[in-house]
């Protein structure tokens, strides 16, 4: 009862929702997409708001972008091996002025032998050969979706350095590199959420990874104007700046979202596009509110510090403003029963 009762005072900050779909009335016939959201993993620790960040993503590409609903494709879990074949799929319908979307939120991970990238099927295992097997790198999806005609762009809200959304170890370490190799192709677009070293951690009042919230929103119209007058027109270098922008402005500034170009230019045209939420007027008031004497649900005991800090939260490697206040960062621990509290700056 009381995780719920938490959830309800985060939403009472106002924070702009994106999982209702934006009908803009565009048409994109030539799309095609693959959305995955691997949330819940037997063998590993699992992918709080995975689901929550594909489905939103899923209602942006057919109600905004307007690509077709039967050429879309949503695993809201899949193994390595469905992954390829959705992806090898899709990309044999895509037109050739269309546009082949691939998205995934879930574990990453990172080859020892080559750096490639890799995106952990839902049958991985903490052992190191389990684990391995249980992946596909993102090269070969790469690969397989430029099989197809027209652009592929590839957006995936995952860690790549060995850990989870908690910021705790998932599978074996030697998964952790400190660099990834990178695939070039010039119709081929790569958004990643963090950096080889980083988390890609969530945001909790909204109950989304914060990455796929502010680019779930950016192609809703919230970047339209980020580098000049707003036109009715959201281009992959305005999205781009208003992510990266966003994610400081919410307290993500150990996360910086790595963005490889292909030649896909805008992302979304519209008369309808919404305006961007200030987010400044969000956090704001959060930072300057009083821990109420309220706080804690009705017939419940006073949280000690214990109870607001699990043990595992102090694995967590985000970076937050010392102005702000904010609920603790991890998908994991956003998850559980945590407060609003002040968080001091540290190095990573």
């Not at 998908?331 to 001091?344: D, E, H, V």
Request: net charge neutral; charged share 20%; aromatic share 8%.
């Amino acid at each position: 009862m009381w995780i719920a009762w938490i959830a309800a005072a985060a939403f009472g900050t106002e924070w702009q929702p994106i999982d209702a779909p934006l009908r803009t009335g565009v048409t994109s016939p030539n799309d095609a997409a693959v959305v995955i959201g691997n949330e819940d993993y037997p063998f590993l620790t699992g992918v709080p708001y995975a689901k929550r960040d594909a489905e939103a993503f899923r209602n942006t590409l057919v109600y905004t972008r307007g690509v077709p609903l039967r050429r879309v494709r949503v695993l809201l879990g899949a193994s390595n091996n469905q992954i390829r074949a959705e992806v090898a799929a899709a990309a044999a319908e895509v037109g050739d002025d269309g546009v082949l979307w691939i998205y995934f939120a879930g574990h990453g991970g990172g080859d020892p032998q080559t750096g490639e990238r890799l995106l952990i099927g839902d049958t991985a295992k903490q052992d190191a050969a389990s684990f391995l097997a249980g992946a596909v790198s993102v090269s070969e999806l790469e690969t397989l979706a430029l099989t197809g005609q027209g652009e592929v762009v590839f957006v995936t809200d995952a860690c790549y350095n060995g850990l989870g959304r908690d910021g705790s170890q998932h599978g074996n370490q030697r998964f952790a590199v400190p660099s990834y190799a990178v695939t070039e192709a010039p119709r081929l677009t790569s958004w990643y959420a963090a950096g080889p070293t980083e988390l890609a951690g969530p945001l909790a009042p909204v109950q989304h990874g914060a990455f796929t919230y502010f680019v779930v929103g950016a192609l809703r119209g919230w970047a339209d104007g980020e580098l000049g007058q707003r036109d009715g027109r959201v281009t992959l270098s305005e999205a781009d700046a208003y992510v990266m922008r966003s994610l400081a402005e919410v307290g993500e500034r150990s996360q910086t979202p790595q963005l490889q170009t292909g030649g896909l230019q805008t992302l979304i045209a519209a008369d309808n596009l919404e305006l961007a939420p200030d987010l400044l007027g969000v956090v704001a008031p959060v930072a300057r509110q009083p821990t109420p004497a309220t706080a804690n649900p009705p017939n419940s005991a006073p949280l000690t510090t214990s109870a607001r800090v699990p043990a595992r939260s102090s694995r967590c490697r985000s970076v937050y403003p010392t102005r702000l206040t904010r609920p603790h960062g991890c998908r994991i621990c956003a998850s559980s029963i945590m407060p609003t509290r002040r968080l001091t700056a540290r190095s990573r």
